[in-house]
């Protein structure tokens, strides 16, 4: 009896939940995979599933067109790129940030976090808008560069629609989401352990490079995940802030479902963009496991 | 000179004096052992050895250099910390060969080295392992030989043996004593509990409101206390007080107000009237029946008003005729079923002169 209710109150919890990713996250990633076969209605969307003869009506053809036509593979490695300096930027401005929230008094604390996520309090696309005044042509900030630059003798530069305008924005969109986790983790250690490390002869750096920075990367994993993923398939930055050569492949699938209206293609493109952002996670998780079992065994 | 030299080191922390005017000489090869109360400044005395925090005002100077300008990580000591503080993320090995690495020993030197300082504490073949998957005692060992691995001139511990339970605690404080005595580093030792600063140390200090109360061998610390807290901290003691009668020819002679007069040996002279203090340390205490032959000429008679049975001692609580409560330890070293007295018997209790020991603070 106890067994049963305490069933019973299990799928209670946990079951709208599942119910909401089956129903929401599921069944969409399947219909996705069933558009990736079909054939590009003749106006958009998708033609019939059956043929007139009542067969099936799936094809590899998509599959194909991405295979051969190489600049949407070109897209995704600088859709890479965007996405690896993003993270890398956003790990290093982070860092400092987290660890001086972690080391600051507990009175200040919440108030540096809340300061972290204050920017959520107001709307993307107006924060995205926001950079466009900032970088615009009359900013003050064009102003003094392209200032320098003519004291220089050099062209004038904008900066706005550029690859610099979408990284910035894209630094700065994502830098809470690194924030937060290195954060976490930082605020749990051991300052003995530090300690420990300058009595046996680290220096400051040392004490970061062989205590601190091991034990965060749980922190920086968790961290880089949540950036690069969403980074890797942004749309919306790249369109508002970015020049006619900054388009990356989440402006390419957007692209093929409301612009071409070429679902099944779209399909495709959005099936190898998850299985890219997963086989990088994959990848990255193996890395660091490798990473922390060399510094563990002492010979890093 | 010692190789270790306190001169005058004052710390403060606000209004709060944590270490006031401490000087004090640890020898070469020493097992030294700063020995107090929480608060009493032990541990700031050796976080400031250490480097972890710099004093106030005076000196301390390491085989005659003084350490003021030398940051931790320059200082040729290694401390074991209470909580081991050993890196989780690194295997047994990782740590010891830590502050290898950070001296850039060269590899081969290194792992020698590292399967010397693991050997030294039993712990060879322990290399790969990490620390989650060892004992306290045996975590405590890798944090040992990682602070021993470079030959330090000092090894400072604070209170290393603290999280341990007491079986193992007394085991450690043996192999502790044999490891110093094998390597012949200079220990200094910080503790709280009087009983393992007696077990292990040559020499301690015991320490009060940031002063060195008294600085001795543990057998005169115990035997021949200095002042009342010194006599009270270490071990259980009768203090007795009241002004003094006469003190001449080597005795000194005061009058217990709820006791009597009592008597003891000293060389101490201070003037008739003033307040003194005796502590007699309960061993030290004869009971017997009423009329009983007992050694000493400190003889009170009392009624035993309770006992602490503790199978090779109990420990009896007499009051005395005028109404001062003494403590009296007597082993049950006796064949068979040991047991001399019970609540409510009457008892006559004696104490030789030499037993007692004037107080000077």
Known sequence: ??????????????????????????????????????????????????????????????????????????????????????????????????????????????????????????????????????????????????????????????????????????????????????????????????????????????????????????????????????????????????????????????????DSRDWPFGSVLSIVLTLLALALAGLAAWIGKRGVARLASGHA | MALLEIDDVTRRFGDFTAVDHVTLGIEAGEF???????????????????????????????????????????????????????????????????????????????????????????????????????????????AIARALVTHPTVLLLDEPLAALDAKLREQMQIELINLQKEIGITFVYVTHDQTEALALSHRIAVMNHGRVEQLDEPDRLYGLPRTRFVADFIGTCNLLVGPVRASHGGDVAIDVADLGTVTVASTASPAPGSEGAIAVRPEKVHLGAPGATLPGDNRYAGVVESFLYQGDVTLYNVRAERGHLVEALLANSGAGLAKFFEVGDRVEMAFTASAGHYLEG
């Open chain 1, 1 to 258: 009896m106890t067994t049963l209710r305490h069933g019973f109150g299990k799928w209670i919890t946990s079951g709208p939940p599942l119910v909401f990713l089956v129903a929401f996250f599921a069944v969409p990633t399947l219909i996705m995979v069933l558009a990736s076969f079909r054939t590009p209605g003749e106006f958009g969307g998708l033609a019939p599933l059956r043929n007139e003869d009542g067969s099936l009506d799936l094809t590899l053809e998509s599959y194909v067109r991405f295979a051969t036509e190489p600049l949407y593979w070109q897209i995704f490695v600088k859709s890479f790129w965007y996405a690896l300096v993003t993270t890398l930027a956003c790990l290093v401005l982070a860092y400092p940030v987290a660890s001086l929230i972690a080391q600051s008094d507990r009175r200040w604390r919440s108030l540096l976090l809340l300061l972290v996520i204050l920017p959520f309090w107001s709307n993307f696309l107006i924060r995205i808008y926001a950079w466009m005044i900032i970088l615009g042509p009359n900013a003050a900030l064009a102003r003094a560069v392209n200032g320098v630059l003519g004291a220089f003798g050099a062209e004038p530069v904008p900066l706005l629609f550029s690859a610099f305008a979408v990284l910035v924005c894209l630094v700065y969109v994502h830098l809470p989401f690194m924030v937060l986790p290195l954060y976490a983790n930082l605020e749990k250690h051991d300052r003995t352990l530090l300690d420990a490390a300058q009595d046996l002869g680290a220096n400051a750096w040392q004490r970061f490079w062989r205590i601190t920075f091991p034990l965060s990367l749980p922190g920086v994993y968790a961290g880089a995940a949540l950036v690069f993923i969403p980074a890797f398939g942004i749309f919306a930055i790249p369109d508002i802030l970015g020049g006619p050569n900054d388009s990356l492949i989440g402006n390419v699938i957007k692209q093929q479902f409301l």
């Open chain 2, 32 to 142: 030294f052992t700063l020995l107090g109360p929480s608060g009493c400044g032990k541990t700031t005395l050796l976080r400031m050895i250490a480097g972890f925090d710099l004093p106030d005002g005076g000196r301390i100077v390491l085989d005659g250099r003084d350490l003021a300008d030398q940051p931790p990580e320059a200082r040729p000591l290694r401390t074991v910390f209470q909580s081991y503080a050993l890196f989780p993320h690194m295997t047994v090995q990782g740590n010891v060969a830590f502050p290898l690495k950070m001296a850039k020993t060269p590899a081969a030197e290194a792992a020698r080295k590292i399967d010397e300082a693991l050997a030294d504490v039993r712990l060879a073949g322990f290399n790969h392992r990490f620390p989650h998957e060892l004992s306290g005692g045996q975590r405590q060992r890798v």
